[in-house]
């Protein structure tokens, strides 16, 4: 007789179609979680039918090519989300806000224009300085904030490629346990769910690609190498190059993987190429400001008049290699250098002319040379390697001929500079200066009117630097660079967002749980246990009367 066999499997089927409304209800907010229903066919015991019904499968529903396109997008709206918030990070370090480098820049050029009013005025210097004090603040600051951000950023990529080794590991595991289960012919639905959470993270991390395997095994690719193969993780280092990059390498190997999207893909990117440039064209900016402003104060004189000894503030590599190998922020060029010498107790001024080749010249040469003009002398200070000169007794110096650096080599050198420094984090004004204003050299003599050197440093505000930028054009189109950067992005992230709002729409259509839905088969089954129930409750009573009438 099928009659039990029918009612208790309809029971059973009714039951498990329970358990599987209940495991959708209980997981409707899960995140990663697929909605899963149970399949139903009639049951057939040998060659006997209508023996009942019987659960022929467990459907797990899923949405592939729409999976296919959230990982891509993942990566994608991960690291335009990163990069966004790094370079919002960077055009606050530039200080393009009111108060910031831009207006520090021009109200420098501004104060020395007022100044060239009256030279003389030494509370009207104490604003110039004071200016280019602040001036030389921002820009250390915004060097240090660039720096602080990178060596953040340093500290975060040898953490995500922990997290890429760790869910490579969990990904290569669960495959083993999907495996095993489903040669069996079982289904490994809930581990299925798990593994695909670990990729839909992993995505995020760096750019994959997935590739199916027999039984329910999935293999991970990223920027042409292995993640995952089977129940095999890759396992990945990092390392520095000597510019301090980082590198990413799979142990055992010396192939660097270059990811191109995920967090991790924009951290490198951001940390190896987009900071640095950032950093190199603020420092280039500085640089170029240093050279030209240093020039001009060198070549002037101030108010005590000439020097009787000046020592540079650049220290060479060597004092014995040629001038352009000597390590110097500023290049020299084959040229001369004029420097005038008075004897005190007559006032007359003797110019000479010296040639400086940097190709052949050392720093000793060239303090051999200055040595050899009538009334003074000039030494190597070692081991910094910086030269002095001094006048004999009765003599001073200047470099206030017309055109009297023409080879570069007083900035190079630090002689007699306005600025410290080579870099946005090193510029600074002379302490010398910031304590006695008067040796700001504002004009070519030393006579209280003169401001032919001011008009000199007023004019490099025009100056063409930077192909046809100015100074300030530099700056403001570095500036520009970056905002439009984080606008771009922004851009960016925004369609990306809505465009994964679309997919993940798409695929919850398809994946989630419908409340309703499940509500409705719920009843279903239940009705299905109920009639049943019934149904058992029926036959056992028509047994017990057959029973009773074979009696």
């Not at 831009?102 to 030279?119: C, H, K, T, W």
């Amino acid at each position: 007789m099928n009659a039990l066999q029918i009612g208790t499997s309809a029971i059973a089927a009714g039951q498990r179609g329970l358990d599987l409304v209940g495991q959708n209800l209980a997981n409707a907010a899960t995140p990663g979680y697929h909605r899963q229903a149970v399949n139903l066919v009639s049951r057939v015991t040998g060659d006997v039918y209508g023996t009942g019904v019987a659960v022929a499968s467990i459907t797990r529903f899923t949405a592939q090519a729409v999976r296919t396109a959230i990982l891509s997008n993942n990566s994608a709206q991960a690291a335009f989300s990163t990069r966004l918030d790094i370079r919002r990070q960077i055009e606050r370090a530039l200080g393009t806000t009111d108060g910031g480098i831009a207006d520090q820049l021009n109200d420098f050029f501004n104060r020395i224009e007022q100044l060239s009013s009256r030279p003389d005025d030494t509370a009207a210097r104490r604003p110039l300085i004071a200016t280019a004090v602040e001036l030389a603040r921002q820009f250390n600051a915004a060097a240090t904030d660039i720096d602080r951000l990178r060596n953040t950023i340093s500290d975060q990529i040898p953490q995500a490629v922990e997290q890429l080794n760790d869910w490579a590991s969990r990904i290569a595991d669960l495959n083993i346990r999907i495996s095993i289960r489903e040669k069996t012919g079982d289904q490994a639905n809930d581990l299925r769910d798990q593994r695909d959470q670990l990729i839909h993270d992993l995505a995020k991390l760096v750019d994959i690609k997935t590739v199916d395997q027999p039984y329910g095994v999935v293999n991970v690719m990223a920027a042409g190498a292995a993640i995952v193969v089977g129940e095999f993780a890759n396992r990945f280092e990092v390392n520095t190059d000597p510019q301090g990059n980082w590198i990413i390498t799979p142990v055992g190997s010396t192939q660097s993987v270059t990811f191109q999207s995920g967090r991790l893909g924009a951290l490198l990117q951001e940390h190896n190429t987009e900071i640095p440039a950032t950093r190199s064209r603020l420092d280039a900016l500085v640089s170029a400001l240093v050279n030209q402003v240093n020039a001009v104060h060198a070549t002037g004189v101030p108010l005590s008049g000439p020097w009787t000894t000046t020592t540079g503030t650049v220290s060479a590599l060597s004092a014995t290699v040629p001038l352009d190998a000597a390590g110097l922020p500023f290049p020299i060029q084959t040229g001369h250098l004029t420097i005038s010498v008075t004897d005190t107790s007559t006032n007359i001024r003797t110019s000479t002319t010296i040639p400086i080749d940097p190709a052949t010249q050392s720093l000793n040469d060239l303090a051999t040379a200055l040595s050899s003009i009538p009334g003074l002398t000039a030494s190597v200070h070692t081991p910094a390697n910086t030269l002095q000169v001094d006048a004999l007794p009765g003599f001073a110096f200047d470099f206030a001929a017309a055109n009297a650096d023409t080879a570069g080599l007083l900035p190079a050198l630090g002689i007699n500079g306005f600025f410290l420094g080579s870099t946005a984090a090193g510029i600074r004004v002379r302490s010398e200066i910031v304590a006695n204003p008067n040796l700001l050299a504002a004009g070519t003599t030393p006579q209280p009117g003169d401001s032919t050197n001011l008009q000199r440093w007023a004019a490099l505000r025009d100056v063409a630097v930077f192909g046809n930028r100015t100074f300030q054009g530099e700056y403001a189109d570095q500036a520009a660079a970056v905002g439009a950067d984080v606008q771009s992005l922004a851009d960016r992230q925004t369609a990306q967002t809505n465009l994964m709002q679309a997919l993940s729409a798409q695929e919850q259509a398809v994946i989630g749980v419908d409340m309703n839905e499940e509500l409705v088969r719920l009843l279903d089954f239940q009705r299905m246990v109920q009639s049943a129930s019934r149904y058992l409750s029926v036959v056992n009573s028509a047994l017990d009367e057959i029973i009773d009438i074979l009696r």
